[in-house]
C-alpha cells in the first residue's frame, strides 16, 4: 500500500524520542497517510548534516538545536524550524559517589533540592580550590543543549561560575555512565536512561533534576529543514497531527509497559525495559537506596507540552548570549524568535478540535500552580513553570534578563 | 607551497579503513598523516600535531564532543570549520553519503583540500563496497549450505534424487515469489521443528 506521504526522520538513541518512534511504530503516521522512515543516529552533529543536505527531512533534536542551525553557529548550518516540541523535562544531574560524599560533608542530603545541592557543590567546590585540587569536570551532551544551558544556570545561581570554577565537556549520552566510573568526569547533565544508568552501577548519585530546576521546561523538539516544510505543508500538517496522537499515547500510564518494551527494541534505545521505568514514572532511585517520587519529571503530552513555546527559543538564546556563544543583536533575536513555530502547530492541529494554547509566548517562571487557561475549542491546563531560584523570564523584557544575567 | 606539506589527521576506530585511507594519503605524496583509532587524550594529540586537516568517519558518536573541542581555543590553536566552501554542496553530499566527514583549518585554499576530500571519499566507497562484497560472499555460502541441507531432507524423506530436490524447491520458490534459499530454510526448520533430522 503507498502512502500519501514519506517523510525520513532522523532520531538519537534517547528515551525523549519516545513521540517520534511510537508515531511510527504503533500506527499513528499510517493513519495520517504517512510512512515514516526513522533512521538511528550516532551524533547531533550527523543529525545536523543530513537535516542540512536532505536525507532527514525531519529529526528529533535538542530544542536550542535548530537555534543554532539557523544562527549560524554550527558548520553546515541550514534554516531549520520547531514546529513541534517532543516533550517537557527528563533529565538529572549525576554526580560520582566521591563528589557526593564531599557534597554530603557540606550538607547536602538525597532530596533533590536544587539550592540545598548547589550550595553543597559550591562549598566543596571552593574547599578544592583552596587545597590547590584540579577543578571539578562535569559533562554534557552538546554545547547548544538543553542540559548545557540548565547545568550552567543552576551552578551560576549557587555561585559557581561554570567557566572558572569547573570545566564542562562534551560525551555522547551512552558513554556517561562509564565515563564517570572511569573518574574521566565527576558528573553530568544528561536524559534518561543514562543516569538510573549509574545509579543501578553503583557508581553514581543523582543529585538534582531537571524538573525542579525549572519546571515543565523544554527539552527535545521536532527539527525540520524548512526549505521541505515550505516545499510540503500537507505532509508536515499530517506529521504533526501523528505526533499528536502519538504524544497522548505515550502520556496515557496505560502504555507504559508497551511503549517500554518499544524502546527497549535493538533498533530503538536496546536497553532493558525497566531501566526505562524511571523516566515514565517520575520514581528515581537516587543512589544509596534512596527513592524519589518527581511530578512532572517528563511529560511526552500534558501541560501543552508538545507547545513550541517563542519563549522557550527565547530563553534559550539569553543563555546562548549569556555564555558567550553569540552576541545580542536585534537580527540575532530575530531569527531566534523566528526558529520556533507555533503557527504551523495550531493550523496543523486545528482541525483535531483539541485545546490549542491563544498565545505564542508565555512569561516562564510565573506560574506558581497548575493553571487551567483560555485556549481555543477544550480545556488546557499549563504549569506550574517556576525557577528554582525564583526568578522570571519575561520574553518582553529580553534586554533587561540579559542584563541581569550574571557567571555566578 | 607542496600538498605534502599539510598535516593531516585521520580519526576512525575502524582500523582496516582507516589504513586504507592513510596509504592513499602517502601515495598522494602527504608525508604528515597520522592515525587515531582512540578518541582518549584527543585534545592533546590534536594540540601536539596541530593538524591542517582533520577527517573523521561519521558512525563515530565522539563527533560532538571533537567539534565542540574545535571550537575551544585552549585545545585547538586555530578555529576549524567543517569542509572549505558551504557553496561546495556536491562534495559535501558525497562525503556525508560516504560516511566521511572533514574539518579543515580556516582559511585553506579550496584546491587544495579539495584533493584530500575526494581521496577520502571514494576511499570510503571502496571499503563500504568491499565490506558489502565480503557480505555477500559470506550470505550466499551460508544459502548454499542451507540449500544443501533441505535438499538432503527432501532425498531422504521423499527418496528424490538430488536434482530432483533441487528442482522442487526451485520450482516451490517461483510459485511463491521467494528465494530459494528462503524455502530451504523454511525446510530445515519445519523438519528441525517436525523432528526429522537429517
Known sequence: ???????????????????????????????????????????????????????????????????????????????????????????????SNAVWDGMAAHGAVADLDPARAGTALGALVRERAASGREPLRFAVVHPHSGHNYELRYWLAACGIDPDRDIEIVIVPPPFMADALSAGR????????????????????????????????????????????????????????????????????????????????????????????????????????????????????????????????????????????????????????????????????????????????????????????????????????????????FDPDRIDAYIAGQKNA | MSTGSLTILVIDENRIRASIIEAGLRDAGHRHVTVVHDVAGIARRIAEIEPDVIVIDLENPNRDMLE?????????????????????????????DAGVSAYVVDGLKKERIKPILDMAISRFNAFSRMARELEEARSELENRKVIDRAKGILMKSRGLSEEAAYTLLRKTAMNQNRKIADIAQSLVTAAGLLGEGE
Open chain 1, 185 to 392: 568526569i565527576d558528573g553530568y547533565c544528561v536524559g534518561e536512561p543514562w543516569n538510573s544508568a549509574s545509579v543501578a552501577a553503583g557508581t553514581g548519585r543523582i543529585v538534582t533534576v531537571k524538573a525542579l530546576l525549572w519546571r515543565n521546561s523544554p527539552e527535545k523538539v521536532l527539527g525540520v529543514r524548512k526549505a521541505w516544510a515550505e516545499e510540503h505543508p500537507d505532509a508536515l500538517a499530517a506529521l504533526l497531527r501523528a505526533l499528536y496522537h502519538s504524544a497522548r499515547w505515550c502520556q496515557d500510564p496505560a502504555n507504559r509497559g508497551e511503549l517500554a518494551a518499544l524502546m527497549a527494541r535493538p533498533g530503538f534505545l536496546g536497553q532493558p525495559e525497566a531501566i526505562q521505568m524511571p523516566a515514565l514514572t517520575g520514581r528515581l532511585q537516587l543512589g544509596g537506596g534512596v527513592e524519589r517520587s518527581v511530578e512532572d519529571f517528563f511529560l511526552p503530552f500534558d501541560k501543552a507540552a508538545n507547545f513550541p513555546w517563542k519563549s522557550h527559543a527565547l530563553w534559550f538564546y539569553t543563555q546562548m548570549v549569556r555564555w558567550g556563544q553569540l552576541p545580542h543583536t536585534p537580527q540575532n533575536l530575530a531569527i531566534a524568535r523566528d526558529c520556533y513555530r507555533p503557527d504551523l502547530y495550531r493550523s496543523a492541529l486545528k482541525p483535531l478540535g483539541v485545546a490549542l494554547p491563544g498565545a505564542n509566548a508565555k512569561v516562564e517562571g510565573a506560574l506558581k500552580v497548575a493553571t487551567p487557561v483560555g485556549s481555543a475549542g477544550a480545556s488546557l491546563v499549563l504549569g506550574p513553570d517556576g525557577f528554582f531560584d525564583g526568578q522570571i
Open chain 2, 68 to 96: 565542540n573541542m574545535f571550537q575551544l581555543s585552549r585545545a585547538v590553536k586555530r578555529p576549524i570549520a567543517m569542509f572549505v566552501d558551504r557553496s561546495d554542496q556536491a562534495s559535501i553530499e558525497a562525503a556525508v
Open chain 1, 1 to 95: 500500500m503507498s502512502m500519501a506521504h514519506e517523510i525520513t526522520a532522523g532520531f538519537m538513541p534517547l528515551f525523549d524520542s519516545a513521540v517520534l518512534v511510537a508515531a511510527g511504530e504503533m500506527g499513528f503516521a499510517a493513519r495520517e497517510g504517512i510512512e515514516l522512515k526513522l533512521q538511528r543516529e550516532t551524533s547531533w552533529a550527523n543529525i545536523r548534516d543530513r537535516i542540512a543536505i536532505g536525507h532527514f527531512d525531519v529529526a528529533h533534536m535538542l530544542g536550542p538545536m535548530p537555534l543554532a542551525c539557523s544562527l549560524g553557529l554550527t558548520p553546515l548550518a541550514s534554516d531549520t524550524i520547531v514546529p513541534f516540541s517532543l516533550g517537557l523535562g527528563g533529565n538529572c544531574i549525576t554526580v
